[in-house]
């Protein structure tokens, strides 16, 4: 897809877990290196609002995330003609939409976007009757299976013609919080230059919940990284992933 190299004002979908998003947060500065007059706005879920300032985009909207779980037709659509209403006005130049569904093409291009790109399942488009009524996305990526979300966000970024050489996951911490993590790891005896830091559970979502979800391959993946790194391993989780 050509754009033009003055595109002013750029929209980023990601609602729901968190995971996710914190993956997603490289777009903000691959996009800004692309175009660097442009502002790039993150349209993020209620549900992740305390991430907003962590995340590397210079503005975000905060909207509804229910829709993206519910299994009510009309309920998607109310969620997305509200969300449409509050982004609308905002003159997105582009949309991204980095989830795997038609309704987010449907909410870019009611909310006024110009171009709107997004990732789609085989198959996956508007219900019929709906095609023709709710507008989409002008171009989609097939959503591959086997591949992990990184570099389906970098198929997604191939079509507007970006190919960052480097990812930047860097977030920003609030004042005194690295500071207060690093003296809680050394009360408990944990000195070191650096931490592999490893979530082994799902935590939870709007709606939705994780915390049974087991990873395998996470066993051998430490040992595999073990035998490559004297890194010391940090287990995160809250209380209800205590006996995973």
């Not at 300032?53 to 509804?64: C, G, H, Q, T």
């Not at 919080?177 to 830091?197: C, T």
């Not at 391959?217 to 073990?226: D, H, K, M, T, V």
């Amino acid at each position: 897809m050509t754009l033009d190299a003055d595109v002013k004002n750029i929209a980023v979908v990601r609602l729901g877990g968190w995971a996710d998003t914190v993956l997603a947060s490289f777009i903000g500065p691959a996009l800004k290196e692309k175009f660097p007059n442009a502002k790039v706005t993150l349209i993020l879920g209620k549900s992740l609002a305390d991430w907003a300032s962590a995340l590397n985009f210079d503005d975000v909207i905060l909207i509804n995330d229910k829709f993206f779980y519910s299994k009510n037709r009309l309920q998607q659509m109310s969620e997305i003609s509200s969300a449409a209403l509050k982004i609308r006005g905002k003159g997105f130049d582009l949309g991204i939409s980095l989830h795997h569904t038609w309704h987010f093409g449907s909410l870019l291009k009611l909310a006024g976007v110009k171009k709107a790109i997004g990732l789609i399942r085989q198959g996956g488009q508007a219900p019929l009757l709906l095609e023709k009524a709710v507008p989409g996305f002008d171009q989609t990526v097939d959503l591959k299976v086997g591949i992990s979300e990184i570099d389906r966000y970098l198929e997604l970024l191939k079509i507007i013609d970006i190919n960052p050489e480097k990812l930047n996951f860097k977030l920003k911490v609030r004042q005194g919080v690295h500071d207060e993590i690093m003296l809680r790891l050394a009360s408990l005896g944990l000195r070191s230059k650096g931490f592999l830091a490893l979530g082994p559970g799902g935590g939870e979502n709007v709606q939705r919940k994780f915390f049974h979800m087991r990873w395998p391959y996470f066993p051998e993946f430490l040992r595999l990284f073990c035998q490559k790194s004297d890194l010391p391993i940090l287990l995160l989780g809250g209380p209800s992933d205590v006996d995973l």
